[in-house]
């Protein structure tokens, strides 16, 4: 449980302080830092636990049958991690409160913060590798969002966006490999895939799988060749860069390569992999490092280097250099977070980063200075500090690598010259930066900052101090136990001392020390940007080159294989639709069964005879006469709808028939506002030739398309019935749904859901109709009356004396009487319809509609202002009273103890009225009628009031003139 | 009567098909609408064809499925048919807001060149 509290609660705060007003600092700052203390506390107290029982595990079941679990899974080694990405990030917070300028919206800035802490203590703490993979992918967003923070700044949005990118890549290429390693374990499960080493090794895919969890973490890491993105992500805040960039997130990968350590190493291909890419990375780093006149940049590439030879620890197959790995991810956290501290302290009261501007800040701020100093040395590797340790360690597993003379002899050479690499850069830093004469014209007076900007910062040089002076009874038992459970009984035994006597690994270090400060003397002065030997090495522009090449490549190709134009799309999915339904009558013809046929009726023909002209003339027509091709097309449909109450589907004839009605309604009111026939067709222009071929060609597929439904119809109907589920419907809808309508019973109560869904994409088309049209404009050739009507209304005028003076006047006076009497009657006509529903044709999509009709037939004959001058009809609100009823209908049997829309009766016998039967299926299909009124209302509404929007601005033109 | 049925569907389509090939948005609705006539009823077919049997139950009868024709494509249909106007409505309104913005109505919302 409280391992599930440690990944909660930074993603709790994450959440709070989102909620934060943009001014509350210092309630922002208090939030985090108690997550982050809390964290830090829960963490702590589970050591003995950790200890005694070797492995800490929660596992909340999630979906079985995909094998995934929640899991958690503490042992030494994610304590130790779990513990430094707590205690850093208590103290980053710290540390950030005086940072941030209070312009700055700090709320994102801590909301994303703690959701980075959460993810990566998720990562650290999963116990499941596709959860793993998940929290790694939430840490490259987290990272993406805190680099680009200061989103005004171009080279915060590239740098975030490179960051995102690489690391992306390298997220993708890890859930591949995760998903091979479950292939071959057997199991995501973590314990499953330590236990699984022997197998995975052994196996085929031994080297894919080896490769992508390569990518994915040596891009996580910054590793060589995608070491490029870590400089670039230093556009973000100081704290984000002294927390991600340096003390936890880029540790990641190399967590993630020492956790897999016992199933993955131990082959020729991971040391020449992962130590091939190390080895490459901590020199190039270190030699970028020296060059860097930016003070992040400094300490950036200096991370790239170190990490490098943390990975080359990880690479090079040896139990003690794992240890020494895990020992330096410790090291380097502590001193490289405090020297980032200090660069942003400098950044912070000086106004620059520049190596060249600044000097002699020791005199204005000794306390940073010494602080900077103790941490730089750590880096370089000077006895009695933490870095010297570790680096002895590295040093001596050079020496006792167990390889090839010449790679033995190598090796220790590169280890000490990225020694000496090491201790230029840090020398560099601290020199050019705080000795020498005080530097003139910097953008603010520096002084010393407040003193809780360096508790932080002196917190972690303290333990530097501790750890390098006292590493036995300091970080030796917390090492002991996280190397014991990474590496379990095999673990080698090593000893933490300070002085190991007069050895090989001493004098490299030595040589490192001195050949360092002699590296550094040409270095002394020296202002130009040029990098030598390594200029052309740069990966950013190669990272650009690339992406805009893999852009104009995925461009032409879509260019070539699609096309933009509609009918080119529409005849492809056409061909391939005919072609590829012909390949299963490759074996064979299509074949006919022996159903005894229905005998043919000469009505029926004649009904279709009527129907397919219908059909035929709406296609032939509808270029150029789009209302004849409406009416024909409107005839098709009564003759389906016909056809449907022929062969026994009384509530699809209804339904059709009130959808035809109103469809025929609604493009009669978009026909206003298509174009006026094109002159060019009128002008007996003769046509090209390619316009004949291309409708030929259509007509051919047209054809072909037509004849296979016909005979694929033909074919299945002679066929005999297959027994499916519709047996059950017929049998199960008077006992369980209890209606005599089965396909009624069918759409309320057993699919209810699915009704559920469709009325909602009703509702939801609706309110797109609507929104679309409060945009629209209509074209300016449109706005005009139609000429029909500007002719009635010439007729209308009154020419000499009026005859039918006194009388009253309007439109089609009689047929408006007539309509309003059917007002009512149409309402109730649409409430019988419903509640019928259950027991015989009809239902609340048929009754919806018969009322939406009523309504639109007010609307035709009165025009639009007359009738919402009287009836104010808000469909919006029938909308949503549908969708409550629905819904209620649904949560009522929630209540009641059954799963969602199970249908709820109730009877009863009233004095009086006699039984009554009441259900929740009538509920939701009072729902699906509301639903279906307000729908079909607001649509038709919405584009009939187009008229009356150009109808105003009309007025006012004409009184104008 | 399944020939009839079959011829129907088939001519049904085939005009659907044509007119959703051609340029104009206007023929192009009429041709969806066409499509679907057929559609639907090739769905419809699926429960064969039952003349006199509407799958209401009568007491007299009982709940024996033999009675009855087949009620779930109908009920598959009925659903389709609502949602097909509702598209239609839909594909309407962008038409017109496309011939609004672009001046014209052929369905790449410009003239093509010839």
């Known amino acids: ?528 940007a040029h990098i030598p030997l390594l200029e052309r090495l740069d990966g950013k522009q190669a990272f650009n080159w690339l992406l805009s090449a893999v852009n104009d490549f995925a461009d032409r190709l ?38 005894t046929l229905t005998e043919a009726d000469p009505a029926f023909a004649l009904l279709w005879v009527v129907g397919a002209l219908c059909a035929v003339a709406a296609a032939w027509q509808a270029k150029l006469h789009r209302l004849a091709a409406l009416i024909m097309a409107g005839g098709a449909g009564l003759a389906t709808s016909l056809t449907f109450v022929w062969f026994s589907a009384p509530d699809l004839a209804l339904t059709q028939l009130a959808v035809e009605v109103v469809t025929a309604v609604l493009i009669l009111l978009g026909l206003r506002w298509l174009p006026k026939r094109d002159e060019r067709f009128s002008a007996g222009k003769p046509e090209a030739l390619r316009a004949h071929l291309r409708r030929l060609r259509d007509l051919l597929i047209a054809l072909a398309g037509g004849g296979g439904i016909a005979a694929l119809s033909y074919a299945i109907l002679t066929r005999p019935t297959v027994d499916g589920i519709a047996s059950f419907f017929v049998k199960q809808s008077l006992p369980r749904g209890g209606g005599l309508n089965v396909v009624n019973v069918i759409l309320v109560d057993f699919r209810g859901f699915d009704t559920f869904g469709e009325i909602t994409v009703l509702a939801v088309v609706a309110l797109t109709v609507y929104a679309l049209l409060r945009r629209f404009r209509p074209a300016p050739e449109s706005m005009a009356l139609p000429a029909q009507q500007v002719e009635q209304d010439l007729r209308d005028a009154p020419r000499g004396p009026d005859p039918a003076a006194g009388l009253p006047t309007g439109y089609l006076m009689l047929p408006a009487v007539l309509v309003r009497l059917l007002l009512p009657m149409a309402m109730l006509i649409s409430v019988f319809f419903l509640l019928r529903g259950h027991n015989a044709p009809g239902g609340g999509f048929v009754g919806g509609l018969i009322f939406a009709t009523a309504i639109i037939l007010q609307y035709i004959v009165s025009g639009t202002v007359w009738v919402e001058s009287r009836l104010r009809i808000h469909p919006l609100y029938w909308i949503a009273a549908g969708l409550l009823c629905a819904a209620a209908a649904g949560i009522v049997a929630a209540v009641a103890g059954d799963s969602f829309l199970t249908s709820e009766g109730w009877h009863a016998s009233l004095p009086l009225l006699g039984e009554i039967h009441l259900s929740t299926v009538l509920l939701f299909d009072v729902g699906v009628y509301l639903l279906v009124v307000g729908a079909t209302v607001l649509m038709l509404i919405a584009i009939a009031h187009q008229s009356l929007r150009s109808l105003p601005r009309k007025t006012e033109t004409e009184g104008a003139s | 009567m399944e020939l009839i049925f079959s011829l129907a569907v088939g001519i049904m389509a085939a005009s659907g098909i044509y007119l959703i090939l051609r340029p104009r948005t206007f023929q192009l609705i009429i041709g969806l609408s066409l499509l679907a006539y057929a559609v639907n009823l090739f769905i419809f077919g699926m429960g064969r064809l039952r003349l006199g049997a509407p799958p209401v139950i009568a007491p007299a009868l009982g709940s024996d499925p033999s009675h009855y024709a087949d009620p779930l494509p109908s009920a598959l249909v009925l659903t389709a048919i609502v949602i097909g106007f509702a598209t239609t409505a839909l594909f309407l309104v962008v038409l017109l807001a496309s011939r609004g913005f672009s001046g014209t109505d052929h369905v790449d919302g410009r003239e093509p060149e010839e």
Not at chain 1, 516 to 524: A, F, S
Not at chain 1, 565 to 582: A, C, D, K, N, P
């Open chain 1, 558 to 595: 879509l260019g070539y294989l699609s096309s933009r134009r509609l009918q080119t799309q529409l005849l492809v999915i056409l061909l391939v639709v005919v072609v590829g339904s012909l390949l299963p009558f490759a074996d064979g013809p299509l074949r006919l069964g022996k159903r």
């Open chain 1, 1 to 528: 449980m409280v391992l599930l509290l440690i990944v909660l609660l930074p993603f709790i705060g994450s959440l709070c302080a989102a909620l934060l007003p943009t001014n509350a600092r210092n309630a922002e700052a208090w939030l985090a830092g108690i997550i982050a203390l809390t964290v830090v506390v829960l963490t702590a107290v589970q050591y003995p636990q950790v200890v005694d029982e070797a492995v800490l595990r929660l596992m909340i079941p999630w979906s079985r049958t995909l094998g995934i679990d929640f899991q958690l899974r503490m042992d030494g080694f994610a304590w130790l991690f779990a513990m430094l990405i707590s205690l850093i990030g208590l103290l980053v917070v710290i540390y950030a409160r005086y940072y941030m300028s209070p312009a700055d919206p700090v709320p994102r800035f801590f909301s994303f913060f703690l959701a980075f802490m959460g993810s990566m203590l998720g990562v650290v703490l999963s116990g499941n590798l596709l959860q793993l993979a998940m929290f790694w992918e939430l840490t490259s967003l987290a990272s993406f969002m805190l680099i680009a923070y200061w989103h005004h700044r171009s080279d915060a949005r590239s740098g975030a966006r490179m960051a995102l990118t690489v690391t992306g890549i390298g997220g993708l290429a890890l859930l591949g490999g995760v998903l091979l390693i479950g292939h071959v374990a057997g199991s995501y499960d973590l314990d499953v895939v330590l236990a699984a080493s022997g197998k995975i090794k052994a196996h085929d895919w031994y080297p894919m799988i080896l490769a992508l969890v390569a990518v994915g973490a040596l891009s996580k890491s910054a590793q060589f060749p995608f070491h490029f993105w870590l400089p670039h992500a230093m556009a973000a805040p100081t704290p984000v860069s002294a927390y991600l960039h340096s003390a936890t997130m880029v540790k990641a990968g190399v967590f993630l390569l020492a956790r897999l350590w016992p199933v993955l190493a131990g082959s020729d291909l991971w040391f020449w992999l992962i130590g091939g890419a190390g080895l490459c990375t901590l020199l190039i780093g270190g030699y970028l490092a020296l060059f860097q006149n930016d003070l992040k940049g400094v300490l950036a590439y200096s991370t790239i280097s170190h990490l490098g030879l943390i990975t080359l620890l990880l690479g090079m197959n040896s139990e003690l250099a794992l240890v020494a790995a895990v020992f330096h991810i410790i090291n380097h956290a502590t001193f490289k977070a405090s020297l980032f501290m200090a660069a942003g302290i400098v950044d912070h009261e000086t106004g620059t980063r520049d190596i060249n501007r600044l000097s002699g800040l020791y005199r204005a701020m000794p306390i940073t200075a010494t602080l900077a100093l103790v941490a730089a040395a750590a880096m370089a590797g000077v006895p009695l500090l933490n870095g010297f340790l570790s680096k002895e360690m590295f040093f001596t597993e050079t020496v006792f690598l167990g390889r090839p003379e010449w790679q033995r002899l190598l090796l220790p050479v590169a280890a000490t010259l990225a020694g000496m690499l090491s201790v230029a850069y840090s020398l560099r830093f601290i020199h050019q930066v705080f000795f020498g004469q005080p530097a003139v014209g910097l953008p603010h007076q520096p002084h010393e900052p407040t003193r809780w900007m360096l508790l932080p910062s002196a917190l972690l040089v303290a333990a530097c101090l501790l750890v390098g002076i006292l590493p036995a009874q300091t970080v030796g038992p917390f090492l002991h136990t996280a190397t014991g459970s990474l590496l379990g009984l095999s673990a080698p035994s090593y000893s933490l001392a300070v002085w190991h006597g007069l050895n090989l690994p001493l004098y490299m270090s030595m040589i490192a020390l001195f050949g360092g400060i002699v590296l550094y003397l040409p270095c002394i002065g020296r202002r130009s």
